[in-house]
């Protein structure tokens, strides 16, 4: 995991020239998880403090699919988490397991390993590329987003996700417990690409109680992110 970590160090300044400088920006952190992997309550517990206690962090619980078919389907389980986790795997070169939390975009690590996802993140917040500025806000049942100029492009995801869930398992692996899940990611969606000019536009809310607004490089790299103005976790 160690080596994991350098290499963000390494992808973050490999890009610093290709990008402008930015207001500071939280670290997205995606966790990969499910109901169904007995391997998960610790990282789920993780996530869940991030979302209480760091708002240097945007946690985002990301439920997949490849458990469903052991015993318990998650509820929460979404394809697009599949294909999204499928796409680091292949770029890290280590596939698809849980519970994994992502950095930024640029690496992967066990979710329940504290101290090594800790350490990914204050790297992040040290070494951080932000392309632009992201603001989100609300009108009516639409979602207004403006993006800032910068030098570089990248992709524009909407993500929606729900505060917290409290979920009885009924079998499988972690049958018979009670899970507390935090920032679970319901909906996400590319609405527009970003090359570089301003960009104001209007989207309808998604799926889930907030928001988040991620725009992230054609490798996956996240350089630019907000949540929602004036939302509470």
Known sequence: MTSRILVLGAFILGFVPAVAAAAERPVVVELFTSQGCSSCPPANAFLNEMTKNRSDVLPLAFHVTYWDRLGWKDPFSMEAATLRQNRYGHRFGDGSYTPEMVVDGAV???????DDVNAAIEQAKREQTTATDVVISKDAGNIMIKVGSGSGSGKILLIGFDHEHTTR??????????????????????????????????????????????????DGRIVGAARLTGAST
């Open 108 to 114: 992967g690590l066990v979710g329940s390993r504290r």
């Open 169 to 218: 398992i009924g079998r499988g692996e972690n049958g018979g417990r009670t899970l507390a899940e935090a920032n679970v990611v319901r909906s996400i969606r590319r609405v527009a690409d970003w090359s570089g000019s301003p960009l104001h536009f209007r989207e309808r809310f998604p799926e889930g109680e907030d928001v988040a607004v991620v725009i992230e490089t054609a």
